[in-house]
């Protein structure tokens, strides 16, 4: 074993860690709007989206299921992808900082659409890793 190497089991833990930490606003977003229905509703109104009770029942449906493949393996590749491309949608529509004025809100929602791009990379790296002959 070198330097750098882990044991499988310590392996396999810190994967889980880090999917769980990669899925963890996703399953707590999935689970307030389940929660709270009429504030996913009011939600996805707010952003302009086309049918709005059916545009936040989709979003709980993707976000709890998807971070579910996710955590525990089964299609793991697809509901990384299906988080990415969730993730890139959902960060220009919510996160249009081009459009605000300077300033602290435009600063904060620069920063969130830059780490929203973050996580969005993340799991499009989830997704070939997955895919890969080399894991």
């Known amino acids: 074993m070198g ?3 882990v044991a499988p089991a310590a392996r396999r833990a810190l994967t889980l860690l880090g999917l769980a930490g990669l899925c963890a606003a ?3 977003g999935g689970m307030n709007k389940l ?3 009429p504030g996913a509703v009011a939600e996805a109104a707010h952003f ?3 049918l709005p009770p059916a545009a936040a029942a989709v979003t709980i449906a993707l976000e709890l299921t998807a971070s579910a493949m996710v955590l525990i393996g089964r299609l793991r590749w697809l509901g990384a992808l299906a988080l990415c491309a969730f993730t890139l949608a959902a960060t ?3 996160n249009r900082y081009w459009t605000l004025s300077p300033g602290q809100e435009r600063f904060m ?3 969130a ?3 929203h791009l973050g996580l969005a990379g993340a799991f499009l790296l989830v997704f ?3 895919r890969s002959d080399e894991r």
Do not use: H, K
Request: aromatic share 24%.
């Open 3 to 5: 330097v750098l190497s």
């Open 128 to 130: 070939l890793w997955d």
């Open 26 to 28: 996703y399953v707590q």
């Open 109 to 111: 929602t620069a920063n």
């Open 48 to 50: 302009g989206l086309p």
């Open 113 to 115: 659409f830059y780490e």
């Open 35 to 37: 929660l709270d229905y």
């Open 92 to 94: 220009f529509i919510a």
